[in-house]
């Protein structure tokens, strides 16, 4: 590992919150700073699952809260992107 890395994210499998949720986080915080851009894939659910320690579904269930959040959106065989404009970002309400 250099130096000029940036420490992943540790997950804390004793936390009160669950993984899933955690691990979201961990991604919607990557999605503000701009780490993951608008329009781009955001990694596979197998992706996430190696990089963090956890279970695919686990990968899976962070998201699907993504998606819930507003925050990424799946395309049937292509993956999941991070949308144009994350809600709170002083758009127009989201219609439901």
């Known amino acids: 590992m ?3 890395e940036e420490p992943k994210a540790v997950l804390d499998p004793m936390s009160a919150r669950p993984l899933y ?3 979201a986080d961990v991604i919607s915080g990557k999605i503000a700073s701009g780490e993951l851009a608008p329009d781009r894939p955001i990694p ?3 992706h996430l699952a190696d990089e963090y320690g956890v279970a695919r579904l ?6 699907q809260e ?5 925050l990424i959106v799946t ?3 292509k993956g999941s992107f ?5 809600p709170g970002d ?7």
């Open 75 to 77: 395309v049937r065989g």
């Open 90 to 96: 002083g758009s127009e309400p989201r219609q439901a």
């Open 2 to 4: 250099s130096d000029t």
């Open 58 to 63: 686990t990968a899976r269930r962070a998201a």
């Open 66 to 70: 993504l998606r819930e959040r507003g």
């Open 82 to 86: 991070v949308v144009e404009r994350p």
């Open 44 to 46: 596979s659910e197998n």
């Open 21 to 23: 949720a955690q691990l």
